[in-house]
């Protein structure tokens, strides 16, 4: 089982800067590279609701799952 986040996606589509976002979230730019980077073992519904505003997304937008056979093609 495998979440993908694809927040750097919606940044490309909204035209925003990971420092940007971090900012507009009161995030630190390294724990959004470490959601962005697929790294994060969880995230905070406060984080993902502030993600959501900021991009102006759905969660589903951000999280996508896909089964572990599917990963690799």
């Not at 909204?14 to 995030?27: C, Q, W």
């Amino acid at each position: 089982m495998a979440i993908i986040v694809n927040i750097d996606v919606m940044m490309a589509k909204r035209k925003m800067s990971a420092g940007e976002l971090a900012e507009k979230i009161n995030l630190t730019p390294a724990n959004l590279s470490i959601l962005k980077n697929n790294k994060a073992k969880a995230i905070r519904f406060s984080t993902l609701e502030a993600l959501c505003k900021a991009l102006d997304c759905q969660p589903a937008d951000l999280l996508e799952y896909r089964e572990d056979d599917k990963l690799d093609g």
